[in-house]
């Protein structure tokens, strides 16, 4: 018995279907409600299919319509279909993959897909055969349509395609697509060869056992007519450099060949497509040795892929010079993600670990956040520089030269990105010319062209570090006067860029730039006024890095003058739910934390504002938890971002923070984050706890017995962050706890003992376990001593390359305490201990003269002979350290 449309609902439906291309958004509202209603109906679903496959006296964009509504309802509610209606809906889909209309055939081809992916492969069993087979079929429309479902399945369900649910119908499928790649239609070669891409990747058995044909068919198609072929076959060589380097380095001559050609493809998808293979190889061991002798095709071809195109000049709105006046798109602002904090410790020679380097990528376009060949081609030269090094210049030099000095802007503008590509890997063959270059481009900056300006900002930023190696007057000054100015453009890009390149600036030159902050902070405050939406954001960045750079040296009157009031200003004007106030937030910690006591007159307001975030996040969450249906979940990057302004202001004010902690509930807020099931909130409540462990002990004294097992507990170094904050916590207390830190040493004891212990622990988690098991050991030696022989070895590797400090000295004076408590448990692994100690530049008086007992006790126990012995396996700097400041 077939199922009928009943006349009059089908002249419904169809009406509702008219109506609901209408631009009106009233009418636009009352057809969702309307569908909404139809749905209670079973057969609704029914009339849908019947629309879009049967009734052919319909224009195709309503039948097409029909077919995308049935699709979000078989998305939403396919569980609930009767029988009958469903068995409808696949019977005519596999009737009509042939439709003679494109758009029809893809329609029926997205509802299969959709009807596929929600777990119906397995109650569908003759839907592979059956496509299968019509991939034979003489009709053309029939051919592509179930192609165009096949591609779309293995799209969405590779995986399932591949596993023993099935019965592994890939080892069918596969064999049977790689017939059609001579297929005489273009469109069929290109839909075989995608669907083959899809199990590239994850390597595919069914694929691997046939990869010798594929790479033959895939060759075979290499100078296909036919865009989309290319475009795939381009695609496929790039995966398999991937997994299966071993079956194309027998052709690696001619497949570099053909690739510098496809890079250089009329049609701008296959040679995107063809750049990405530069990028690939570079990341292989063998790159150097397959591409050496090629490196004088390649940069020319990469180098010219990095001049904007035209498309890209109409979509940068390259022409309009000035535009700050007009106000963003909202869609343009990217969302920003907060980085929780996390404790590091000082080393010799310079700041924090370099941790972030991804600052500095290019995207010096990102409104046109698509990837590009422009984009693709630098970063490959980027890559390519770092794997060839100084080698590369022979080839770029002389383009460079070209470039850089050319009257057309388009083409200066890419020489100018060449030389930022280049810097990281080629910066050693780069010295030489830069004190030419820099002012060169430091004249760039002032181009009348935008696109040039803030291209040049971004390439600078790349030789900051050389820039500030260098004389302050010669480089320095004239490259921050002018960057000052460019923050300061008529251009918004320009703006961004010269924002951005400031704050790599700031890192590299940190106290260099003292001299010049009323100058500095003059632009930064008239900026506020100045920037639209986007910009301001990237503004809060650049103070946040200028006050981590100088530090106390912002703590001036004058200049907190000029700094505090447009930053509050800006506080007071945003509501709690604005997510602008993160980068706000994260900027005002590092301010709090530079500026000190200075901070004080704003610190009271921003203090209970942050403990607001914290108590309304906690509560929108367990409203969330209790009734998910009525309360929707908070973003708990309010509270994180508050969690981490409240330590900067405890490490900024110190003690000073302790009336404002008396006065509000901030400890009992923090027990619940500290139980958080999201990584990042107990990352940041834990690095909290130890600020005001160290800023006011005597309010978390009273929770210790309530925190410390909860601190025990998140000792697990799969979460790294986590797991550091925490040990570094458990540090802070035991300095804090004295000797009535000793019910507590076993709770955290044997995990910290195995991290330290662990290959691969990220440097910046051993150092902190080791200075935490070491105060452990100074505050509590019996419990920690009788271990000592477990951890003395890597404990004293992790310690000797960090600054000397107060940190530091805690942790050896514990070891110093453990030793005499546990001679024995540092016989064998001595050496370790001596190197360790000849680490410290200036220890205190009474720390160096803890060393100088343990040296001399162990010189005596075993006998000047034996020393001896022991000592010529010293290296030379350790052996004339030991003797000149201890005497052994």
């Known amino acids: ?25 009233s009418t636009q509202r009352s057809v969702q409600q309307r569908l909404e209603q139809l749905n209670q109906y079973p057969d609704f679903n029914n009339y849908l299919i019947f629309v879009l496959t049967k009734l052919k006296s319909e224009d195709e964009p309503t039948r097409s319509l029909s077919g995308l509504i049935l699709k979000n309802n078989v998305k939403a509610h396919y569980h609930n279909f009767p029988n009958g209606v469903s068995d409808f809906i696949k ?123 594929f790479i033959e068919n895939l060759f075979a198609l290499a100078t296909d007519n036919e865009p989309e072929v290319r475009k795939n076959v381009c695609r496929a060589l790039v995966m398999l450099l991937e997994v299966r380097l071993d079956r194309l380095l027998p052709h690696m001559h001619n497949i570099i060949e053909y690739m510098l050609q496809r890079t250089q493809d009329q049609d701008e998808n296959v040679a995107l497509e063809a750049c990405e293979f530069w990028l690939t190889l570079a990341e292989q061991p063998v790159c150097k040795e397959v591409l050496c002798g090629h490196l004088s095709q390649l940069i020319p071809v990469l180098v010219n892929g990095m001049k904007y195109s035209e498309i890209d000049i109409i979509l940068l709105k390259g022409d309009i010079e000035e535009d700050e006046a007009i106000p963003d798109n909202e869609q343009d602002i990217r969302p920003r993600f907060h980085r929780s904090r996390t404790v590091a410790q000082q080393h010799e020679g310079d700041g924090i670990e370099e941790e972030d380097e991804e600052d500095d990528e290019l995207d010096d376009d990102d409104t046109i956040s698509d990837w590009n060949l422009r984009k693709c081609s630098a970063a490959a030269l980027d890559v390519l520089a770092n794997v060839f090094r100084d080698d590369l210049l022979v080839h770029i030099l002389p383009l460079l030269k070209e470039l850089l000095f050319h009257p057309e802007w388009v083409v200066k503008e890419s020489g100018i990105l060449v030389l930022g590509a280049i810097a990281e890997g080629c910066m050693q063959g780069m010295i030489p010319y830069l004190p030419e270059l820099i002012p060169h481009l430091v004249q760039c900056l002032s181009d009348k062209k935008a696109l040039v300006r803030s291209i040049t900002c971004w390439t600078l930023s790349r030789y900051a570090h050389w820039v500030v190696s260098q004389p302050p007057d010669v480089y320095l000054k004239p490259l921050m006067t002018e960057l000052l100015k460019r923050i300061l453009d008529s251009n918004k890009r320009v703006q961004e860029a010269a924002c951005s390149a400031f704050a790599t600036l700031e890192e590299e030159a940190c106290t260099e730039l003292v001299p010049y902050l009323a100058f500095i902070l003059d632009t930064l405050v008239f900026a506020f006024s100045k920037y639209q939406h986007k910009n301001l954001l990237i503004l809060y960045d650049a103070i946040g890095t200028l006050a981590d750079s100088v530090g106390h040296h912002l703590n001036k009157p004058e200049y907190i003058q000029m700094l505090m009031p447009p930053l509050i200003q800006k506080w007071n004007q945003l509501k709690d739910e ?23 007159p704003y610190c009271e307001p921003v203090y209970q504002r942050c403990v607001n975030l914290v108590q309304k996040t906690l509560a929108q969450a367990m409203l ?220 205190k008086d009474d720390l160096r003269e803890m060393f100088y007992k343990i040296l001399h006790g162990f010189k005596n126990q075993v006998g000047e002979e034996n020393w001896r012995r022991f000592a010529d396996q010293f290296p030379m700097p350790l052996k004339e350290r030991l003797a000149a400041f201890y005497g052994v």
């Open 1 to 25: 018995m077939e199922w009928k449309p009943d006349e009059q609902g089908l002249q419904q439906i169809l009406q509702l279907l008219k109506e609901s291309q209408s631009p009106d958004t």
């Open 91 to 213: 019977s005519e889909c596999l009737q009509n993959i042939g439709d003679s209309s494109p758009l029809i055939r893809a329609t029926v081809g997205i509802l299969i897909t959709t009807i596929a992916s929600k777990g119906e492969l397995q109650n569908w069993p003759e839907l592979l055969p059956n496509l299968c087979l019509l991939l034979d079929s003489e009709d053309y429309n029939t051919c592509e349509g179930a192609f165009g479902a096949l591609q779309k399945i293995c799209e969405d369900s590779a995986e399932i395609l591949d596993s023993d649910m099935l019965d592994r119908p890939l080892n069918v499928m596969i064999p049977k697509f790689l017939q059609f790649f001579t297929h005489r239609s273009p469109k069929i070669r290109s839909h075989a060869i995608a669907c083959v891409n899809q199990f590239i990747i994850s390597r595919t058995q069914a694929l691997m056992l046939h990869i010798d044909p």
């Open 578 to 600: 604005d997510k602008d106030l993160f980068p706000l937030l994260e900027c005002l910690s590092s301010v709090a934390t530079a500026l000190q006591s200075g901070f004080l």
């Open 624 to 843: 969330h938890q209790s009734q998910p249906d009525q309360y929707e979940a908070p973003d708990k990057d309010f509270m994180i971002v508050a969690l981490d302004l409240l330590s900067g202001l405890a490490e900024g004010l110190g003690g000073t923070i302790e009336q404002l902690v008396a006065r509000s509930n901030i400890l009992t807020l923090m027990y619940q984050c500290m139980q958080d099931k999201m990584p990042e909130v107990r990352q940041s409540s834990f690095a909290l706890l130890g600020d005001l462990t160290k800023a006011c002990f005597q309010h978390v004294k009273p929770c210790i017995g309530d925190f410390m097992p909860i601190l025990g507990t998140n000792l697990n170094p799969e979460l790294i962050s986590v797991c550091n904050n925490a040990t570094w916590a458990i540090g802070e207390i035991s300095i804090q706890m004295g000797p009535e830190m000793q019910p507590y040493v076993a709770m955290v004891l044997h995990q910290l003992v195995e991290i330290i212990n662990r290959p691969n622990t990220p440097k910046t988690l051993l150092e902190n376990t080791a200075i935490t098991i070491g105060r452990l050991g100074y505050v509590c030696p019996q419990e920690v001593a009788p271990m000592l022989q477990q951890f003395i070895r890597p404990w004293c590797t992790s310690l000797r390359n960090i600054r000397d400090n107060e940190e530091k000295d805690s942790a050896f004076r514990g070891i110093c305490t453990m030793i005499s408590v546990n001679p024995g448990g540092v016989v064998q692994d001595f050496i370790f201990f001596c190197d360790a100690v000849a680490s410290w530049v200036n220890p």
